[in-house]
């Protein structure tokens, strides 16, 4: 079955420190991958996105992620965390076979940056 | 432009009453999709509809559930009977149809739906 996993539930960081949310996907069949963030009581805004191309991608307020296809991940990174960051974060497929047109979500990470 | 918007931002209601919920996708955006945000089961897609083709309703959990796109714009999604489980937030996002930007959705903020 085709499915996402972000192996955290919660990450607590100190402000300033790198932070990286685990992601990994399982799938027979080619796929996007894609890193939402939802603030509270706001709905997801797209991060960032691996469609094809380099394996290493950048995204919005200084967050990026890597495709490692052998290990089926795409870890978020992001070198030095605000308290702005504080949100929960969404790994997310779409995969090329049936129900292409759907994305199949993680279970999110909630992200918790300290002062 | 003005983004994904939904209405209500918030409904609660009786156990067994039928309710709508609103999205109003981007001007030209073609795709329009459903999901449903629930505590113990995540972002789960409910249904997708893409211009005049047949919806995919693979996501739809049961036959209380239903949805529809009128003039290829504005979708009401409608939960029949209520019930408890059916709280949520529910999330309408669109998209362009083809090319790189069918890959990029954008979602409203939410209805977040108390079934009492």
């Known amino acids: 079955a085709q499915s996402v996993t972000q192996l955290d539930s919660q990450v607590p960081v100190f402000e300033e420190a790198p932070v990286e949310l685990r992601c990994n996907y399982s799938s027979s069949v080619s796929v996007y991958l894609f890193w939402y963030v939802q603030y509270p009581n706001q709905g997801l805004q797209l991060l960032l996105k691996?469609?094809?191309?380099?394996?290493l991608v950048k995204g919005i307020n200084g967050f990026e992620a890597e495709f490692n296809k052998s290990q089926t991940s795409f870890h978020l990174r992001k070198p030095s965390v605000h308290i702005s960051d504080t949100a929960e974060y969404f790994c997310a497929a779409r995969m090329f076979s049936g129900g292409y047109n759907k994305l199949i979500f993680g279970a999110g990470t909630r992200l918790a940056v300290h002062p | 432009g003005a983004g994904v918007s939904q209405s209500p931002s918030n409904k609660v209601t009786e156990k067994g009453k039928d309710v709508e919920l609103r999205c109003d996708p981007i001007?030209?955006?073609?795709?329009l999709y459903w999901y449903r945000q629930s505590l113990g089961q995540g972002l789960e897609f409910l249904i997708y509809?893409?211009?005049?083709?047949?919806?995919?309703k693979s996501g739809l959990p049961s036959d209380r559930f239903s949805a529809e796109r009128t003039g290829g714009s504005v979708s009401t999604l409608t939960i029949q009977r209520t019930q408890q489980e059916d709280s949520a937030v529910y999330l309408c996002?669109?998209?362009?149809?083809?090319?790189?930007?069918?890959?990029?959705?954008?979602f409203g903020p939410g209805t977040r739906l108390t079934v009492t």
């Open positions: 691996y469609l094809s191309g380099s394996t």
């Open positions: 001007s030209g955006h073609t795709a």
């Open positions: 509809f893409q211009g005049n083709s047949a919806p995919d």
């Open positions: 996002a669109s998209s362009l149809a083809r090319g790189q930007g069918a890959n990029e959705q954008y």
